[in-house]
């Protein structure tokens, strides 16, 4: 197949190592909520080399190593220009609206580019930038952490929630996760938490409540969705947050308002990641304070094996896929 050529505004990375997410899974069932045109590839986690720069691009030049924002916003709006870009009104996701890394390279905007800093490999870098910074948008910009607090992270041997483990405990708080294996909760205790559930035990709300002396955690970092999200507010404390991202396991929730608002507590919304979101997720990543948590990197050629793995639910931390390979991963 033909290269793509970067256009005005444009760069084409070279794609070193790509992440796999849900996302993936979504696009190939026809699973999103919006309208979809293929021949698509999939693929919003790029990290990658810039190998031609288009008409225009300043600032970038070829050979610089980046990670690609996922959500790519459109730079005008009234939310990109005062940095929310997250919120921005015409923004096409990398990998499902527009071809992704799935491939030797692909192209996208510049101002969709961040640098990753020395120190950081293509496959940390393509490990964290879209599910590390979804869990610092999570912890930084949608709530408030303060040290002392505790935090419960939902699924916390997933992408998100093996990142929203570190960050919250990098942030000074406390942590309780779950994991529906022994070795995914001893994973999310590896990672920083004091105590790990099953959220598949009758009990397990209580036993949350029990760990934190019967007052329920401060914040919930949820991106499961369906009857976990009903349940997470039965270990809630008062004027506590559930911040949400997903809905893996179901987008129709019921939600008994007479304890929400008695308790005072808030539900409050996350979507991608904004530019500031990639830098921090990156530095954190760069100082040590992050680390990406990979299960395993599989050349290209094996990425039917990966999609299914995670179908299954057989994974521990990221899937990272390396395009034109067949050896071990890059530097
Ligand atoms: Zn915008």
């Known amino acids: 197949m033909r290269m793509p050529d970067a256009g005005e505004g444009e760069v084409r990375v070279r794609v070193e190592a790509c992440g796999l997410n849900r996302l993936d899974l979504w696009l190939e069932e026809a699973g999103l909520p919006m309208p979809l045109q293929l021949p698509r590839i999939p693929g919003g986690e790029i990290a990658g080399v810039v190998d031609q720069v288009g008409p225009g691009v300043e600032g970038w030049e070829c050979g610089d190593r980046v990670a690609v924002q996922s959500n790519l916003f459109c730079g005008r709006c009234e939310y990109c220009v005062r940095g929310e870009e997250s919120m921005c009104l015409s923004s096409r996701l990398l990998g499902v609206q527009c071809d992704g890394g799935f491939a030797e390279a692909c192209v996208v905007p510049a101002r969709a580019l961040v640098r990753i800093p020395g120190g950081v490999t293509f496959v940390e870098s393509a490990a964290l930038t879209l599910a590390g910074s979804t869990a610092m948008h999570m912890l930084t910009d949608r709530c408030r952490v303060e040290p002392g607090q505790w935090v419960l992270v939902m699924g916390g041997a997933s992408g998100v929630g093996?990142?929203?483990i570190q960050i919250a405990r990098g942030l000074g708080a406390r942590v309780i996760t779950t994991g529906t294996t022994a070795e995914k909760r001893a994973l999310g205790e590896s990672l920083g938490a004091e105590h790990s559930v099953d959220v598949r035990e009758a009990d397990w709300t209580a036993r949350v409540r029990q760990w934190t002396g019967k007052r329920g955690v401060d914040l919930v970092v949820e991106h499961v969705g369906g009857a976990v999200l009903e349940h997470v507010f039965q270990c809630l404390a008062r004027g506590g947050t559930v911040v949400t991202c997903g809905a893996t396991a179901g987008r129709e929730v019921r939600l008994?308002?007479?304890?929400?608002?008695v308790k005072q507590q808030r539900l409050v919304g996350s979507y991608g990641r904004t530019r500031k979101d990639m830098v921090e997720t990156l530095e954190?990543?760069?100082?040590?304070?992050?680390k990406a948590t990979v299960d395993s990197v599989l050349p290209l050629?094996?990425?039917?094996?990966?999609?299914?793995r995670l179908r299954r639910g057989a994974v521990r931390g990221k899937l990272v896929l390396i395009p034109g390979t067949a050896g071990g991963p890059p530097a």
């Open 301 to 308: 050629e094996r990425g039917a094996e990966a999609f299914a």
């Open 162 to 164: 093996s990142a929203a």
């Open 256 to 261: 008994s308002l007479w304890p929400f608002f």
């Open 284 to 290: 954190w990543a760069a100082s040590g304070r992050l």
